[in-house]
C-alpha cells in the first residue's frame, strides 16, 4: 500500500515543533478531542526523520523559538526539497504582514500562517479548518492507542457474582478490545455493566457491549463498545490518555 493511500484511509500525523505551552495545552488537547493525531516535537534537527518515515505529515512550525526567523527560512526551504509532501504551517506572534506574506507568498507553505494570540481558542478553530480542509482524519473517525504492552492498561468487571480481570490490548474512545485471565465466555451483544478500565493513574467506569471475539496465538481477544451512556468526561480522559500515550512512542521515534 502508498503511503499515498495509507493516509487517505488512517489519516495524516500533525507535528508542532518547538510549539508554546498554550498551544500544547489548548491547541493540541483540542485537536486531540476532534480525533485529530497530534504530537509535539523539541528538536527540528530530528524531526526530518520521522518526517521521512511519515512523509504526508503536516507540520507546524513556531519560528519564534530556537534560531533566528531568516534560518527557519532556509530551514524550512531545505525541508520542503527533502521531505515534498510534507505541508507546512507557520505560527508565530508576529502581526508583520511582510513576514506573513514571505511564508505563503514566496515559501508557499500550504497549511498558512497563524498569529498567535491572548485568545488562543481562535487560533485553535482557524488550525482546525486548516486540517479539515486537509482531509487530515482521511477515511478513519477514532484514534487508537495499541497498549498491550503497557503495564497499568487494565480491565476489571463483575460476572456470575465474582470479578474477572483482563489486559487491554487497545482502546479508543468508542471501545477496547482485551484478553481475560481466565476466558469467561460472554456471548455476542451481551451488556456488561460496571465495568472499570485502568489507564495509568486513571480508574474510569464504564459500560459496554460485547462486539466479537477473535483468537490470537490461542488467547481470545474479546472486542468491547462502549454504549452511549458514557459519561462524556469519560471520553475526555480517554482521548487525553491516548493522544499521551502516541506522544510517548513518537518521542522514541524522533529521538
Not at 504582514?97 to 491572548?118: H, W
Request: hydrophobic share 40%.
Amino acid at each position: 500500500m502508498s503511503e499515498v493511500t495509507s493516509t487517505e484511509i488512517t489519516g495524516r500525523k500533525v507535528f508542532f515543533l518547538y510549539p508554546t505551552s498554550s498551544v500544547k495545552n489548548q491547541v493540541i488537547s483540542e485537536l486531540a478531542q476532534h480525533e485529530i493525531e497530534a504530537y509535539t516535537a523539541k528538536d527540528h534537527s530530528r524531526i526530518t526523520r520521522a518526517l521521512k518515515k511519515f512523509q504526508n505529515s503536516i507540520l507546524f512550525i513556531n519560528i519564534d523559538e530556537n534560531m533566528p526567523e531568516s534560518e527557519w527560512e532556509k530551514w524550512i526551504a531545505t525541508l520542503m526539497t527533502a521531505v515534498p509532501d510534507i505541508k507546512i504551517g507557520i505560527f508565530s506572534t508576529s502581526t508583520d504582514e511582510e513576514l506573513k506574506n514571505k511564508y505563503t507568498d514566496k515559501l508557499k507553505v500550504a497549511c498558512g500562517f497563524t498569529t498567535l494570540k491572548v485568545d488562543m481558542s481562535k487560533a485553535a478553530i482557524k488550525i482546525l479548518d486548516v486540517l479539515d480542509a486537509m482531509s487530515v482524519k482521511g477515511r478513519r473517525k477514532y484514534i487508537r492507542a495499541h497498549v498491550e504492552n503497557e503495564t497499568n492498561a487494565t480491565v476489571n468487571m463483575p460476572y456470575n457474582g465474582d470479578f474477572i480481570n483482563g489486559t487491554i490490548k487497545d482502546v479508543s474512545v468508542v471501545g477496547i478490545s482485551c484478553v481475560f485471565e481466565h476466558d469467561p465466555g460472554l456471548k455476542k451483544n451481551v451488556l456488561c455493566k460496571d465495568i472499570q478500565i485502568r489507564l495509568q493513574t486513571m480508574l474510569l467506569k464504564v459500560e459496554a457491549v460485547v462486539f466479537g471475539t477473535r483468537e490470537d496465538c490461542g488467547a481470545i481477544i474479546y472486542v468491547f463498545l462502549f454504549t452511549q451512556r458514557i459519561d462524556p468526561d469519560v471520553r475526555v480522559k480517554i482521548r487525553k490518555y491516548i493522544q499521551q500515550n502516541l506522544q510517548t512512542k513518537m518521542d522514541r521515534e524522533i529521538n
